[in-house]
């Protein structure tokens, strides 16, 4: 027989448990609006159109939690042998995705992989959350060791580099532009 005392004390447990749900749930959401996120002007390397571009879009920069220098900027040979083209991954209103401007040049840019920032958060120690996304050039022998050593889908011919998308300590994947179009190939897990 359920008692009234009984009741009392169940109902006293779910709303603790209610109560610790919320402030759980408001420390990530904490973490993602203190996620450090840097003004496009902050990279001096980035062309000036570029960044311009950056900052007419209302881009900013996030970076990983542990990151003391600029990131998430980065350049590379994404479409051809030939040309430098310039990747960022950029936030607008905590939503980040990676912009590659082909050549350098901000009337040509595709985009690629576009996700929540708090989809990036995890636990880093000490209670602390951080943001964990990064980007990095990688080159056609780290392609092929990754899918080699991990499966995932074929690579096609590789002529050119493509861009690391990484949840840091945890997994990436591989962006490769490919006739017209970028494919999603196997990073490091």
Request: charged residues 20%.
């Amino acid at each position: 027989m359920i008692t009234r005392r009984m009741r009392y004390s169940f109902a006293i447990a779910l709303l603790g448990l209610a109560w610790g749900t919320l402030r759980a749930q408001e420390a990530w959401d904490n973490a993602d609006r203190d996620t450090r996120r840097l003004a496009p002007s902050m990279f001096r390397g980035l062309p000036a159109s570029v960044r311009a571009d950056l900052a007419r879009r209302g881009c900013t920069v996030p970076q990983v939690w542990y990151d003391t220098v600029p990131g998430n900027v980065i350049s590379g040979r994404f479409r051809t042998a030939k040309q430098t083209d310039w990747a960022v991954l950029s936030s607008v209103n905590r939503v980040s995705s990676i912009l590659v401007y082909w050549n350098g040049q901000p009337d040509s840019v595709a985009e690629v992989a576009s996700a929540a920032d708090k989809n990036y958060l995890q636990g880093v120690g000490g209670g602390r959350i951080g943001f964990s996304r990064a980007i990095a050039t990688v080159d056609a022998p780290f392609i092929r060791r990754n899918s080699q050593g991990f499966g995932g889908p074929t690579p096609p011919p590789l002529d050119h580099e493509g861009i690391n998308d990484a949840f840091v300590e945890k997994a990436s994947s591989v962006w490769y532009w490919h006739e017209g179009k970028w494919l999603r190939l196997t990073g490091v897990d």
